[in-house]
T-cell receptor
Framework: AQSVTQLDSHVSVSEGTPVLLRCNYS??????LFWYVQHPNKGLQLLLK??????LVKGINGFEAEFKKSETSFHLTKPSAHMSDAAEYFC??????????????FGGGTRLMVKP | ETGVTQSPTHLIKTRGQQVTLRCSSQ?????VSWYQQALGQGPQFIFQ???????GRGNFPPRFSGLQFPNYSSELNVNALELDDSALYLC??????????????FGPGTRLTVT
């Protein structure tokens, strides 16, 4: 089974400064990787996905992530944090099973706090 | 385009009771998955349905069961509720891309509290 490890449970940044949320994955083959965001008392929203096309993936709200096979990493970045970015972020790997099925395996999450 | 919807929003049940949670998939999506998210943790995969059949299952006991209907809506049933079943239950739908790499689109969840 594949797995993901989010290296920081909490990250705090000031508004306008860069954001870096770190994720390492474990996979026996080329994985499909995602970042999801969860605002308080809300469902999960897809930020971006990697499926072996381009290693630098751009997502919504100015976020991007770079797939580095040699480092088994898929870190999420944003050049300038906004107060509305404060939320829980999940790095996710897709595990295939039978036919066209897949299950998502979530990391433990990183809570991003943005200070004014 | 309507997103994934779930009902009810909140639910309080007593230990030993049974509960049914409902989900309507996003238009055009034929695959639905259910996840359990305990407080402070990431979601955990319960099972997935594809064309009305269970397609895969996570590490959950048989008292967690589901259904998918011809219109691709779905139910999650939990029997003999335990206190540890208290969690946010998330439904996610996805299109069939034939490669098992589809992203999944999540509903807002149902908050279940077992007392």
């Amino acid at each position: 089974a594949q797995s993901v490890t989010q290296l920081d449970s909490h990250v705090s940044v000031s508004e306008g400064t860069p954001v870096l949320l770190r994720c390492n994955y474990s996979s026996s083959y080329s994985p499909s990787l995602f970042w999801y965001v969860q605002h308080p008392n809300k469902g999960l929203q897809l930020l971006l996905k990697y499926t072996s096309a381009a290693t630098l993936v751009k997502g919504i709200n100015g976020f991007e992530a770079e797939f580095k096979k040699s480092e088994t990493s898929f870190h999420l970045t944003k050049p300038s944090a906004h107060m509305s970015d404060a939320a829980e972020y999940f790095c996710v790997v897709s595990d295939r099973f039978g036919g066209a099925g897949n299950m998502l395996t979530f990391g433990g999450g990183t809570r991003l706090m943005v200070k004014p | 385009e309507t997103g994934v919807t779930q009902s009810p929003t909140h639910l309080i049940k007593t230990r030993g009771q049974q509960v049914t949670l409902r989900c309507s998939s996003q238009s055009g999506h034929n695959t639905v998955s259910w996840y359990q998210q305990a407080l402070g943790q990431g979601p955990q995969f319960i099972f997935q349905y594809y064309r009305e059949e269970e397609n895969g299952r996570g590490n959950f006991p048989p008292r967690f069961s589901g259904l998918q209907f011809p219109n691709y809506s779905s139910e999650l049933n939990v029997n003999a509720l335990e206190l540890d079943d208290s969690a946010l239950y998330l439904c996610a739908s996805s299109p069939d891309d034939g490669q098992g790499a589809s992203e999944q689109y999540f509903g807002p969840g149902t908050r279940l509290t077992v007392t």
